[in-house]
């Protein structure tokens, strides 16, 4: 069964929404709500996220239990926001 769950960035001043849906041997990470990208290009090289909302990771990192997702979830957060922010992407 998904898991919802909310997270408040650092700074406290954004929200995101996550569903963690366990799939085979790992859990899959949706990110439901963000803040805008303020007209950052939003093609999946550059945010990690893909039109269907789940998150990219590399392939054979991928988060196996729910603590590792939120984890990956907020770290991912942080990386979005430095994104928008400065337009730099990091790998």
């Known amino acids: 069964m998904p898991t919802v769950k909310k997270y408040r960035s650092r700074d406290g001043a954004h929200l995101f ?11 899959d990470v949706f990110c439901l709500a963000h803040p805008s990208l303020n007209g950052r290009d939003p093609h999946p090289a550059r945010t990690h996220l893909f039109e269907s909302r ?9 988060p196996r239990d729910l603590k590792r997702a ?9 990386y979005f ?7 730099v992407v990091e790998s």
């Open 17 to 27: 929404t996550f569903r963690f849906v366990e799939d085979d041997a790992a859990i």
């Open 54 to 62: 789940k998150i990219c990771f590399v392939a054979g990192r991928e």
């Open 70 to 78: 939120e984890h990956l979830a907020a770290q991912w957060a942080e």
């Open 81 to 87: 926001l430095r994104y928008r922010r400065t337009g």
